[in-house]
Every structure is written in C-alpha cells, then in structure tokens.
C-alpha cells in the first residue's frame, strides 16, 4: 500500500502511534525522519492560503498548543498542500519562507503612537489607541464636513481624511472597512489595486 | 482572470508580455509549463528583458518598455491582413459588424471630441448608428465603411512591422515571428493564453496596453475559450476581493459606483447606472443594477434604508471627481488633508516619487497605520540617513501605529487571479497584544459612534444608522460578514416560475443572485458572492479537488464568483448553433431543455442556440467589443502614445501628440518629469522571485536570499560608463537618486529605436529603510507622478534616469 506522507499523519491522527502502524505493514514508501515525525505528530494542522502573490496557493500550518484557553499556539512548519488544485503541494521561494513572516522579528506587538514632533515610538494602550484615534477623527469630520456643495445639493462628504484599505487582508475585512469609511462620507478610499 | 490558473494548461500557445510569470507567480506559472509538456504549447517571451519566463520559453523577442499597444495593434494588423482569425466568432460574438457614428473620427494622434484645455474628450461621437427601435445598426455584409472592423483595419494599418520595429525597437522579422505563432491560433481548436501583470498596467496607456491584447482574444475567438482567455496575474493575494468589495474612491462593492453629486436622487442614479439593451433580445445583466444597489443599501443600513428615504441615498458621500492615491498625495502636499489610515499598506514604499509622499505625510495631523510588520510608511519621520533623510523635530504629525494579525492568526477569504474565494483557517494565537483589522475598525467606530451620541456634530446620521448587527459590537466575527457578504432574505422570496414555491424564507441566506430584489426584501453586501454562503453553509470552505473533466475544472474547490463560474463568457465556446468550436474544450452544452456541462454556464440558462442573444450578456449589445464606445479616457481604439519620460522624445506616429492625451498630470509634477537630454536610459522596475513587495525585507529566509539592493544594465551601457560587474553606483532621475550594485549582464540588450540606440536600466523594488535586510534605497524614489489615463495607475514601468559609478 502506498501512503504518502500526509495520508500517513492522517493515519497516525487515528489514534495510533506511528511505530504501531509501520508494525501493522502500512510502510509509508518513503522513510522518514523520526525526529521530524515525532513533531508533526503531536501538532495541529490548519488549512490557509499564502498571503503573497495572486496564485493563492494552499497551504498546511503546523502548530504546537492544544488551543487550551492559556496556552499560545504558535505555528513551527509551513508546506504546500498537497491536495491543492493549483499549487499540488509546491510552493515557490516566497511562500517557502511564510514561517519567517509569522515570526520575523519586526512584527508589531503592541499599539504605540509618535507624537508630534518626537524621535521615538511610546506602548499605549488600546483604549488609549482608540479614544484618541476617534477624537481625531471627530474634530477633522465635524470641522470639514460638507453636506451641501456650491449649487446647494445634499453631497455628505468628508476630504480631509483619507484611507487606503489592505491588499492581502479579507475580504470579511473589506466589507467591514467599506462600511467604516462610507457611513464617515469618506472619498479619499483606495486600495493596493490603485498601483 | 477569465479562466483561472489551472485551465493555462489547456493552451496550444501563452504569450508572457507585460509580466514575468515564472518569478512573480512562479507556481501558477507551472500550469504553462504543463502545457508545454502535455499540450506540446509553445510559449512566447516579449519583454525588455531576456527574464527567467523569457529562458524556457520557445521564442523570446525585446521591445521597449512602455511600446506594447504598437507591438499587438501591428499583430490586428497582421491578423487582419492574412485573414488569420476566427470571423464567424468575429461576425457573430464581437461588435465588428456595428456601426459607428459618421462624426467618429481619428486624426493626428486625436479622435474626435478633444479639449486641449481640460485634456479631456467630450465622447458623443464615440458611438453606435442606432436605429428607430433604439438598437445599433449593423451591416452583417461587412461592406459598409463605418462598420468597426473597417474602422479597426483603417486605424492599425498604421502599425506596419517597419513602425513596429521603430517605435518598440523589436527587429521585424522577430516581430513576425510573434505573429505567426499567434495567427495560428485563430483556428477553431486552438488558443492563445495571454499571461500579463504590472508591466502593462503601470503605464500612463496601461489600460489600453491590456484592451489591445482583449481585442486579440476576440479576433481569434479565445474568450469563453478553455485555454484562452484574458489573464491577469494579479499582484497581491486580495487585491481581486478587495476590488470586487470596491474599495476605491468611486466604487462600491461588485462593481456598483458611488453616486455623483450629478445624480441628486436615487432615481436619475439609477438611471444612469442601469444600461439599455442596445440591441434586440439580449440579457444585459446590468438591466438588474437596481436590485443590486438596494441590497447593497439593506446591508449598510439594514431597517433603518426605507422605500420612503431611498434606501439612504443621502447617507452616501457624493463625488464631484475621483479621490485616487495621485489626486489625494497631491491634495496632501498642498496642505488640504489632515488625516490618514493605512491599512497593511505602505504607501512610502509604493507611491510614486518617494519624497513627494514623504513630504505630503509631514503635513498630516494623524497617521493611523495598521499592519503586522514594520513599515517605512509607519517611521516615514525617521532620519534613516542618505535612505530617508528627514528632520523628526519638525514633523508634528501624529502617528498611531497598530499591530494586527497576519494571514495565519485569522480567518476568512480572500480571491486569487481566477476569483475563487478560498476561506483560510486561524492557526496560531497572534504576538503580544495584536488583534484583527476588523477588530481595530470596530473599536474606533464604537468610540466614534458613542461621542457622537454623547456630543452631536456634523451629520452624525449615516453614523448612528449605520447596520451593526453583530454578536459582539467589538469583534464582528469572519463568519457574520462573510453571511452579510452572501445576503439574506429579509421576507418570502416567492419563485417566479414556480407559484407557491419560494427562493428563499425569510431570514435564510440567498442562493445565488438571481434572488436579489429591488423592493428591500433582499439584503446582498456584494452581489456577485451570492452563493458564497448559502443555507448550506460556508461554500468558500470547499475541498473536493476532484476534476471529473481533465481539464483542471474543480468546480469543488472553494467557491468563484459569479455563481462559482469557472471560464467567464463560456457560452461563447460554442458557436452560435451550440456545437463547440473544439469538441475536446467542450465546457457546457444545450440538452434540448437548458445549458449545462462542467461549468456554470455564463447565459440564461434556458435560451436555445441559434436566439439573438449573444454571450457577452454583462454588455448591452451581448458583444465584445472592437469598439470600445466611450468606456476609456483615451479612445474606443487603443493608439500608442509614448511614455512621459520618453527616451525618443517624440512619437514617431503623430509627433504633435507625444504622449496620452488624456492622462492627468500635476503641474508640479510635470516640472519634474526629465529630458532624455539630463536622462536619457529608459528605466523600468521589476520584483524577483526571492522577495514579495516590501514585505519580505521583513522575513529573514527572503533577506538571506536576495540581501542587497541591485539594478541591471547591459554590457553595451556598461561599456559606454565603464561600469563594470559588482561596482557601486547612482541611478538617479529628476526626482532623486538611489545607489546599488551594478549587475552587468547579457539579458539587457541596446535597442535600435527610432534610429538611435535605447539603452534600458533594470530596477528591482525590494529595499527601503526599514527590515531585516541591509538597509536600501526605495526604488520609488525615482518613478514619476503620473498615472494611466483611467485607472491612474502609476507609470512605474517606464521613465527616464542616469547612471554613473557611484
Ligand atoms: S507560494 Fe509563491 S506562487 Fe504560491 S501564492 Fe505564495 S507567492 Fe504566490
């Protein structure tokens, strides 16, 4: 019986140790590894797609933590998913190098403002983040707001703030921006698309 | 994409121009590669530069960067000429036999209606000869003159090879060449594949770039076609979602506008919005535009959008004109915008001429980023020496910087080249204290919406009625969305053609559009993910890769809009009779009763062969259109104009009109465009298959890849500097300068144009101040501020700069 390495895991996820299942004749056709199994064993496997470029290949996350309530889980692996239409399993430079982006050290952790004229980052708190973030716009809309334009008809828009919406987040995210910047009158709006 | 990119493999022949598959979208580019070695394909390579595409391609041929309408308008010509394509497809599924307005004209590089003053056309003349019943006319003979096809061969009979030669510099026997390879193609069992990207778009003629090569596909009777198609490699994984949900200045979600402050009500809105049938019997689907945008107006205001207030017509802004990134940095620099939101973008980085945009953030009062990485935008008040050289004390803008998750610490969908929404699954717990994007928009709009309830102030109402049912106001879930994405029935949907039966009860989520209404009993975020979440649950979460066909159709797999149709137009793979133009590409087929196949089919499902209505059903006249009526900025037919930093200085078609004459440029902006006299090398930037944008200087695998910043000459410019391999040096134009090491190499050829010799200057994009990489110069420093006459897409491809060791 030919397993491939993903059938195997699968197998194994059965509930019986890796070991057993060789004892019981199912030889993957390829040896692997032990210590390389071992990991993947006891990890979770979790479906997403690369974030980078258009050809949207599937891929399988591997993490370690059970998803019990004060354990982080953290992703160790990342490969191309086999049963992808488009991808088969490969991926290219880019999303070979996906488990760096999660863990690259330049990820933001914490909301920070830089005021005025300062040198340096400062760890707010979101509740700061938010509660100066909304008065800022309020001040801006409530001072710039134009309801009617020089003709006298209704226009609601507002100029003077603007927004430029991801090219790699959701399209759930999307629809929630949209939403934000149209019930504001807001004009200014692009997404990565524009260039 | 029409197709997608499992179906490249059913192509006899892929042209690569205006991108570079095999690095930008290395894995997607496996399927042309599939088609060399199942389908014997043979792939085709035109670009500045003899890329890793152009090496295991079958036939490579040079142009100049930004000369491709001249390269594929002297291919009509070609076909034209030699009769090479498919005229019954042509006669029956394209416009050509249409005629054309007796005062359309084109003179001198102008069509009929300019005005040198505003730079803009008036398009009256760009249009149909319409009957008394109000269809177009049309002369099946072909004979009349002012049918579009003879139009079309009057217009391109200018792009003989000899000007193709000396406009793009490709010796004319390889431009020959090229035109064979095509030609063969317009028979009926054989397509073409045309894999483009950014080196089309980013040009002041990208737009028209892209409609040369449709009006191809139509001529050779490729669109519908299993292995035809059009095909644009998009360049991010969601910039396909994130349009189809219309975030851009004039949009709104599937490709409804925004209403004009001309259109003063919902009615002369939608009338306006809302196409007639130009000719007898067709569907034009846009006929149902009315349905759409008040689902769309449920779903933003939910109760409160009423028959009585125009579903909230008043709640949405008005445009006076369009709010791109160009028109609005310009606004900023002038000193009229005091606020700014950046989500997952880097604008320092992407934005044309770098210290333009640099600036114009100085003078913002607040800078909100999101993102999960570091950015240059997100420390654009930094001094990072000779790469950003800023004085921190006298910025005062405020920046808020705010961490999110990435791809796998969140779920939901995003739409790849071929529409097909994958929904991805959360992997891990975010660092430290990020959160969604979604979750960082809801907690700004509650605070927003608790003062404005607390204080009052200007026009809180599209605000306080704004739709916001979620579970938790805070955190709106992927999964609500996603259902308000799909829509709902808000009552009985009743079956029209069957009584007593219903599409949808009251409060389930709609099976496809077809359910949409226009009295308010329908609510649809996005009309076009119809059928994305249906009462069977979330279709987007979809594995089965099964292909019962052999030709890489997973109708399966996720789910693709519209309907989870695969080929787009696939009707137009029969001919008018029903049978297929290749039985071996056999997509759907008539019963007797309706059409099916593997695929959805793109028509009414129960109109037989042989009726009037014609394929292209998004159109008012079912065609596709040679003609494209007053739907571009620059012309129904694409014409060449020169770059705006042009290394020939003149064009040699029409040297009055040297460039797009209906392309914006800022006055400032245009003072700073140079001479080939002060730059005379012909710059274009490119990625390289190690990187991503500006991201991967973030990812240590990436930076160990590719670690320092590079631009790439030819041996005969290296030459004439006498640079040599690995030296340091200055590229600059007259925006500003970058440094680099030299990459002298083959693959970069002197050009002939126009009788002088063009030398080109290879800029890859992946360095800025901020990564893990070593520290580089963002290439944006150099690109002029300018953008396509439609999209205004910037024209990073083409301009002009000098080099010299540093
Ligand atoms: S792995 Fe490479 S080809 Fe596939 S989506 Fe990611 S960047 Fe694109």
Redesign the pocket.
């Known amino acids: 019986m030919q397993v491939s390495r993903r059938q195997f895991f699968k197998l194994c996820g059965g509930g019986m140790a890796g070991t057993t299942v060789a004892a019981l004749g199912f030889t993957p056709g390829v040896a692997l590894a032990d210590t390389r199994s071992y990991k993947l064993l006891r990890a979770s496997e979790t479906r997403n797609t ?1 974030p ?6 599937g891929i399988l996350m591997y993490s370690l933590g059970d998803g019990a309530k004060n354990a982080k889980s953290e992703i160790f692996h990342i490969e191309g998913d086999a049963d992808h239409p488009v ?1 088969r399993g490969a ?2 430079p ?3 190098g996906l488990v760096d982006f999660i863990h690259s050290p330049n990820r933001l952790k914490y909301p920070e403002v830089r005021e005025a004229g300062s040198n340096e980052f400062k760890r707010i708190s979101w509740d700061e983040a938010y509660s100066r973030i909304a008065r800022h716009i309020k001040a801006d809309r409530d001072a710039n707001f134009v309801q009617k334009n020089a003709d006298g008809v209704t226009v609601n828009r507002w100029l003077t703030t603007g927004f430029l919406a991801a090219s790699a987040s959701s399209n759930e995210t999307g629809w929630l921006t949209q939403k934000f910047v149209r019930s504001l009158g807001m004009l200014a709006v692009d997404n990565q698309a524009r260039v | 994409m029409t197709n997608h990119w499992v179906d490249i493999k059913n192509a006899n022949l892929i042209v690569v121009m205006g991108g570079n598959a095999a690095e930008a ?4 580019f496996r399927w042309a590669l599939e088609a060399k070695t199942r389908n014997k394909a043979k792939i085709l390579v035109i670009d500045p530069r003899f890329t890793r595409t152009a090496s295991v391609a079958d036939y490579y041929a040079p142009i100049r960067t930004g000369t491709d309408i001249t390269f594929l308008s002297g291919v009509i010509r070609y076909l034209l000429e030699k009769g090479a394509y498919n005229k019954e497809y042509t006669l029956a599924y394209t416009n050509a036999a249409l005629l054309v307005n007796p005062d359309f004209a084109f003179n001198d590089g102008l069509f009929s209606g300019y005005d040198a003053e505003k730079r803009k056309y008036d398009k009256a003349s760009w249009s149909y000869q319409l009957g008394e019943d109000g269809f177009a006319k049309r002369d099946d003979t072909l004979v009349d003159p002012r049918c579009v096809i003879n139009l079309l061969k009057t217009h391109v009979s200018r792009y003989t090879p000899e000007m193709v030669e000396t406009i793009c510099g490709t010796p004319k026997d390889a431009f020959l060449k090229v035109c064979e390879y095509i030609a063969e193609t317009g028979a009926h069992d054989k397509t073409t594949s045309f894999l483009y990207a950014l080196g089309w778009t980013q040009h002041s003629i990208g737009s028209q770039n892209i409609r040369t090569m449709a009006m191809i596909q139509l001529l050779l009777g490729n669109m519908g076609m299993a292995g035809g198609g059009v095909n644009a490699l998009r360049g991010h ?1 969601n910039i396909q979602g994130l349009t189809d949900v219309g975030l851009l200045s004039q949009s709104l979600p599937g490709y409804l506008r925004l209403p004009s402050e001309k259109e003063t009500t919902l009615e002369t809105f939608l009338e306006a919005t809302t196409p007639k049938a130009l000719a007898d019997g067709q569907m034009n689907y846009w006929q149902n535009t009315p349905k759409f945008h008040v689902s769309l107006m449920k779903a933003f205001w939910g109760d409160n959008a009423t028959a009585e207030n125009s579903w909230g017509f008043d709640w949405l802004p008005k445009w006076d004109k369009g709010y791109d990134v160009l028109q609005y940095f310009e606004m900023m620099n002038d000193g009229k915008v005091n606020g700014y939101f950046c989500q997952g973008f880097n604008p320092v980085a992407s934005f044309p001429n770098k210290n333009k945009v640099v600036a114009s953030l100085s003078k913002l009062k607040f800078l909100v980023v999101m993102d999960p990485l570091v950015t240059d935008t997100s420390t654009f008040w930094k001094n990072h020496g000779e790469h950003n050289d800023v004085d921190s004390a006298s910025i005062q803008t405020e920046v808020f910087r705010l961490p999110t998750t990435c791809f796998a610490e969140e779920e939901g969908a995003i739409v790849n080249s071929g529409r097909w929404l994958q929904w991805h699954w959360k992997g891990a717990d975010a660092p430290g204290e990020a959160v969604t994007d979604v979750e960082i928009v809801a907690g700004i709009f509650s605070k927003l919406k608790a003062l404005y309830a607390k204080e009052g102030g200007a026009y809180p109402e599209p605000i306080m009625k704004l739709s916001w049912a979620y579970r938790d106001a805070h955190d709106p879930k992927a999964e609500e969305l996603a259902k308000e994405l799909n829509g709902k029935a808000l009552a009985d949907i009743p079956d029209p053609k069957k009584p007593g039966e219903f599409l949808a009860k009251k409060g389930e989520q709609l099976p496809g559009f077809a359910a949409l209404q226009d009295d308010g009993s329908t609510m649809s975020a996005c009309w076009i993910f119809a059928g994305s979440w249906t009462q069977a649950g979330n279709q987007m979460g979809r594995r089965d890769n099964a292909d019962p066909s052999g030709l890489g159709n997973t109708p399966g797999w996720s789910w693709a809009w519209p309907a989870n149709r695969r080929i787009l137009y696939n009707r137009a793979s029969n001919k008018p009779d029903g049978t297929p133009w290749d039985a071996k590409r056999t997509l759907i087929k008539w019963n007797g009763e309706k059409w099916a196949g593997i695929d959805v089919p793109d028509f009414k499902a129960d109109e037989p062969p042989g009726s009037k209505m014609a394929p292209f059903i998004m159109q008012a006249e079912g065609l596709g259109r040679l003609f494209a009526l007053d739907k571009m900025a620059e012309g129904p037919f694409p014409e060449h104009y020169e770059p705006f930093e042009s290394p020939i200085g003149t064009n040699p078609l029409h040297p009055k009109v040297v460039h797009n004459p209906a392309a914006r440029i800022f006055k400032k902006d245009a003072e700073q465009l140079g001479s080939k006299a002060d730059f005379p090398y012909a710059a274009t930037t490119y990625r390289l298959t190690e990187h ?1 944008h500006y991201w991967t200087k973030n990812v240590l695998l990436n930076a160990i890849a590719q670690p320092e910043q590079f631009v790439e000459i030819g041996e005969g410019l290296a030459k004439e500097k006498g640079i040599a391999h690995g030296d340091m040096v200055k590229v600059s134009s007259k925006r500003g300068y970058i440094k680099a090491r030299a990459v002298v190499t083959k693959r970069i050829r002197t050009l002939k144009v126009n009788g002088q010799d063009v030398h080109h200057v290879g800029i890859p994009i992946h360095w800025g101040y901020e990564g893990v990489a070593k520290k580089g110069f963002l290439a944006n420093t150099l690109t002029p501020f300018v953008g396509d006459a439609n999209t205004q897409t910037p024209e990073f491809k083409s301009f002009l700069v000098n080099i010299e060791k540093a």
Do not use: D, R, T
Request: proline residues 5%.
């Open positions: 690369c980078y470029c258009s050809v949207g290949c991808n991926l290219c880019k999303g070979a | 979208h290395p894995v997607g994984s991503f």
